[in-house]
């Protein structure tokens, strides 16, 4: 149930790359506000606001009793300092991945949330890709787990590490896909045409026995982000690329069109969808019946913590190797 009697008022602090197309988003629904959108780059400012309908301004501190939500856009270094400010002020947070810089922030910022009965979602983008959706049903007690996000050389994002940049994505799938802690984490890495690790893989051993190999390159000749699950009655495959799934499984006794004898294999694929959008909603929605976000704080927070664990395996290594 609508606990507000009006639209949501709602906001997006930090229109760049991300920023923009959040704020688009929020403009399209009918049970949302787009009060304004906040940018330190005036001219910025000005253009989104004017595409989207919106009020430019460049202080966030603005909108203070202004706005029941928003979406926090800004460079990762700012996320605490800004999120921090709208919990004290009563108002509910999307925070794009990663949730802080460190893991020490992303607990503080949890327990102001729940001091002050706010919600925090954090943009784990991919948890509303079609693909990861249609196989949510899918998904029993993986035992192994393989990630490949690959990705041509882009300059943008390089002011953070690989894994902060995309594999925290695979991270957070993992850790929702396998639901045990971690008991063994080994990781290598390197840069090489920026200042922070570009290529990366981690091996990670679960409580339960499960075991996940996950690599994370921006310097590669072609683009691929696929993730393979194997279970017990099962594999599935997931290309994000091309938007399909591949879910191969023990045949029904009878089943006698299998291209592999006892094995029914299925594929299936998807419309591109509008992950974004999906996103958005989901997090309009919580703000709305006071529920929990699909993606919450501790989920973002326990994702980080896995991301700093992997940077430290690999500056370890990076440090053995120098001598």
């Given at each position: 149930m609508n606990t507000y009697k009006d639209k949501i008022r709602a906001a997006v602090v930090g229109v760049g790359y991300l920023g923009k197309w959040h704020a688009e988003k929020y403009a399209s629904l009918d049970n949302v506000d787009l009060i304004a959108v906040v940018d330190t780059n005036e001219v910025q400012a000005?253009?989104?606001?004017?595409?989207?309908?919106?009020?430019?301004?460049?202080?966030?501190?603005?909108?203070?009793g202004q706005v029941d939500a928003i979406s926090i856009a800004v460079p990762t270094p700012l996320h605490y300092e800004v999120a921090k400010?709208?919990?004290?002020?009563?108002?509910?947070?999307?925070?794009?991945?990663?949730?802080?810089?460190?893991?020490k922030q992303a607990d503080?910022?949890?327990?102001?949330?729940?001091?002050?009965?706010?919600?925090?979602?954090?943009?784990?983008?991919?948890?509303?890709?079609?693909?990861?959706?249609?196989?949510?049903?899918?998904?029993?007690?993986p035992v192994f787990i393989e990630s490949n996000r690959l990705?041509?050389?882009?300059?943008?994002?390089?002011?953070?590490?690989?894994?902060?940049?995309?594999?925290?994505?695979?991270?957070d799938l993992i850790l929702h896909f396998i639901k045990s802690d971690i008991s063994f984490c080994h990781a290598l890495g390197t840069p090489l045409v920026s200042d922070s690790v570009d290529i990366a893989n981690a091996h990670l051993v679960f409580a339960n026995g499960a075991v996940a190999n996950v690599t994370a390159s921006r310097i590669s000749g072609k683009t691929e982000r696929k993730i393979r699950l194997f279970q017990k009655d099962g594999y599935i495959s997931i290309d994000f690329a091309n938007r399909s799934i591949t879910h191969i499984r023990q045949a029904s006794e009878g089943d006698d069109n299998c291209p592999i004898p006892g094995m029914h294999i299925e594929h299936r694929t998807f419309d591109q969808g509008d992950a974004l959008m999906a996103e958005i909603s989901s997090f309009v929605y919580a703000v709305e019946t006071r529920g929990e976000p699909e993606v919450s704080g501790q989920m973002g927070r326990n994702a980080l913590n896995l991301a700093v664990d992997i940077i430290s395996q690999i500056d370890i290594a990076m440090a053995r190797i120098r001598g």
């Open positions: 000005a253009a989104v606001a004017e595409k989207v309908g919106a009020r430019a301004c460049t202080d966030y501190r603005e909108l203070f400010a709208f919990l004290e002020n009563g108002v509910d947070l999307l925070i794009e991945k990663p949730i802080t810089t460190t893991v503080e910022l949890i327990a102001l949330a729940a001091s002050n009965q706010r919600i925090i979602q954090v943009g784990h983008l991919e948890r509303f890709n079609p693909a990861v959706v249609a196989v949510r049903d899918l998904v029993h007690d990705s041509i050389y882009q300059p943008r994002g390089t002011d953070v590490s690989v894994v902060h940049d995309l594999m925290i994505h695979d991270i």
